[in-house]
RNA sequence: GCGGGAGUAGCUCAGUUGGUUAGAGCGCCAGAUUGUGAUUCUGGAUGUCGCCGGUUCAAUUCCGGUCUCUCGCCCCA
């Protein structure tokens, strides 16, 4: 293991990614922003137990996949390998009650100590957003809308699926755990080795087996639908006739289920089959007995989160870096950086090589992309004038340096 | 965590049936042109052949291990 070598599963974010990563998350929080979301940061570590508490000790990514420490207090911290949990937490620890409903938006690094793959990252990126104190399936919708607004805005629209199904709330899934169990039961010797141990942790999870004799025997189970009390029933209906309503496609998936332990009534995915194995680019649910279980006031809550990473993948081309002017000095450097600055302060872009002859520079302007570039040449000067080049029409005037200024903070 | 594939220059890749200075294209730097973006021409730099060990007179090449990436599984954004 060299240590010049970064930590498995862990990647720099160059200037053209992070370009791309920014877009995304400009483009995500210009959408959350006019749907009423504010910003929230919380840390990228918390203690062990809010993750641990919240997100099922059975589940895998508390049985195998968190990064955990113990500090030099002998506290156990945890890298938060997702966002919801440390939300809730703030919620409470910062007396959020009072302010509901609330309507957050976040971003930011997540930490899993999984085998990476492509799209998937030990040190990763998601944006989320959550609704917390709505119960009226409204919110659902309006949750939904917001990530379908962002997909589109990112060109994604043709390229993701929506999935829905309800989990259904507490007494339902509780009827539905049983008649499943009965099933399952039936069948078990032609279930896989790994679906007979996902019957004792979370049997819901053999739904979406992809092992082919799990997936026989599946086909004819019971489903969530039937065992839905008249309310989740309800519910569930709101939230597809909502987003019928706003002409949003989706699908309903019968066995589409959620891994972490928090969720009830809506799950949800937007998946690509554009990445192979890592399908799911943005996904989430309604979570109401999350902060009760954290030890609040009941209160309900839905939300998602998306892989800055994944939608990246997905994005051809980066977007383009605001076109620059060219600062071209052949003399006195000093000069043209007193020029750049005069035109940064006015609030151009400028960009000005360290060295290299006349040639070089204008190669340099115009592998930047420059839209302008001005030429401090001494004959000009000695009048009191620059050359500006337009470098898309290959023309060039001279112009008093006086005014040069207001002339590009006017061609902006 | 389990199973498969890959690793040679900044990038894409060739190559060595084990043998002296390891190559191409693109890119990069410099010059031809001490005042102009393309093309062309000339010159140049860059590799511990992923890493460690073994076999051998000799290993980038063969063997073992390891690391990283990658495909599938588990799971997930």
Same mark, same amino acid.
């Given at each position: 293991m060299?240590?010049?070598?970064?930590?498995?599963?862990?990647?720099?974010?160059?200037?053209?990614?992070?370009r791309r990563h920014r877009a995304i998350e400009a483009a995500a929080f210009a959408c959350a922003g006019r749907a009423g979301f504010g910003e929230i940061a919380t840390p990228i570590f918390e203690f062990t137990e809010v993750f641990a508490r919240t997100l099922g000790e059975t589940s895998d990514v508390v049985t195998k996949e968190m990064y955990s420490f113990t500090d030099r207090s002998g506290d156990s911290i945890t890298l938060r390998p997702e966002g919801t949990a440390g939300v809730a937490r703030a919620f409470l620890s910062g007396g959020l009650a009072q302010h509901l409903p609330l309507k957050l938006f976040y971003r930011g690094p997540m930490f899993r100590h999984e085998r990476p793959q492509k799209g998937r990252l030990r040190q990763f990126h998601q944006i989320g957003v959550e609704l917390l104190g709505v119960d009226n399936p409204l919110g659902d919708v309006e949750v939904l809308a917001l990530a379908w607004?962002?997909?589109?805005? /990112? =060109?994604?629209?043709?390229? !993701?699926?929506?999935?829905?199904?309800?989990? &259904?709330?507490a007494p339902s899934?509780?009827?539905?755990?049983?008649?499943?169990?009965?099933?399952?039961s039936g069948h078990i010797d032609q279930l896989s080795q790994e679906s007979r141990q996902r019957m004792e942790r979370n049997p819901l999870r053999v739904l979406d087996s992809k092992d082919e004799g799990d997936k026989r025997v599946v086909a004819n189970a019971p489903l969530i639908h039937d065992s839905l009390?008249?309310?989740?029933?309800?519910f569930f209906a709101a939230v597809t006739n909502g987003l019928e309503a706003l002409g949003i496609p989706f699908e309903v998936n019968p066995r589409l289920v959620r891994g972490l332990d928090y969720y009830s009534h809506t799950a949800f995915e937007f998946t690509t089959t554009a /990445? =192979?194995?890592q399908?799911? !680019?943005?996904?989430?649910?309604?979570?109401? &007995?999350?902060?009760g279980m954290m030890g609040g006031p009941p209160t309900p809550g839905i939300g998602w989160a998306a892989g800055v990473e994944r939608l990246a993948m997905l994005i051809d081309e980066p977007p383009m870096p605001p076109r620059p002017v060219a600062v071209v000095p052949m003399g006195d450097g000093l000069l043209g950086l007193k020029i750049a600055e005069s035109l940064r302060a006015a609030g151009v872009s400028v960009d000005m090589a360290f060295s290299g002859n006349l040639k070089k520079r204008m190669a340099r302007a115009a592998k930047?992309?420059?839209?302008?570039a001005v030429l401090l040449g001494e004959e000009e000067l000695a009048r009191g004038h620059v050359s500006l080049r337009d470098l898309d029409a290959a023309t060039q005037t001279e112009v008093p340096l006086d005014g040069l200024v207001e002339?590009?903070?006017?061609?902006e």
């Open positions: 060299s240590a010049l070598q970064p930590v498995r599963g862990t990647h720099d974010l160059l200037p053209d990614e992070a607004r962002i997909l589109s805005d /990112l =060109g994604l629209g043709a390229k !993701v699926r929506l999935e829905i199904n309800t989990l &259904g709330d899934r509780a009827a539905y755990r049983e008649t499943l169990l009965a099933f399952l009390t008249p309310e989740a029933r309800d /990445l =192979g194995a399908g799911t !680019v943005l996904a989430g649910g309604r979570y109401d &007995g999350l902060i930047l992309n420059a839209r302008f002339r590009l903070a006017q061609a």
